[in-house]
Nanobody, 128 residues
Framework: QVHLVESGGGLVQPGGSLRLSCATSGFTLDRYTIGWFRQAPGKEREGVSC????????AYADSVKGRFTISRDNAKNTVFLQMNGLKPEDTAVYYC?????????????????????WGQGTQVTVSS
């Protein structure tokens, strides 16, 4: 049975950093695409970043490029999202998701409907 559990959210000041973790079970990371999404109140869920299982290729939303880094530890079945230079507009609930597809890094990875399994989310609040 597939499970994803996010952790690492919290309250941070603008310019600060957080590292989110997505602990997975029930599948192997090298066969799935793992994505990070976020959803702010009143807004649609948006793709933040992803990492593809077979080759480790990554993709980022323009709004987080240069500030966020996705990585994985296959031995621990865990995917990380290092978030630096946080801004108030990064405030949202962050979700990790797993797709059985090895998604393209162009248009597919940020579509929520392409993912089959979701975690429960972790709140990130950026405020002074």
């Amino acid at each position: 049975q597939v499970h994803l559990v996010e952790s690492g959210g919290g309250l941070v000041q603008p310019g600060g950093s957080l590292r989110l973790s997505c602990a997975t079970s029930g599948f192997t990371l090298d066969r799935y695409t793992i994505g990070w999404f976020r959803q702010a109140p009143g807004k649609e869920r948006e793709g933040v970043s992803c990492i593809r299982g077979n080759d480790g290729r990554t993709a980022y939303a323009d709004s987080v490029k240069g500030r966020f880094t996705i990585s994985r530890d296959n031995a621990k079945n865990t995917v990380f999202l290092q978030m630096n230079g946080l801004k108030p507009e990064d405030t949202a609930v962050y979700y990790c998701a797993a797709s059985r597809y090895l998604l393209g890094m162009g248009r597919s990875w940020y579509v929520p409907g392409r993912y089959h399994y979701w975690g429960q989310g972790t709140q990130v609040t950026v405020s002074s």
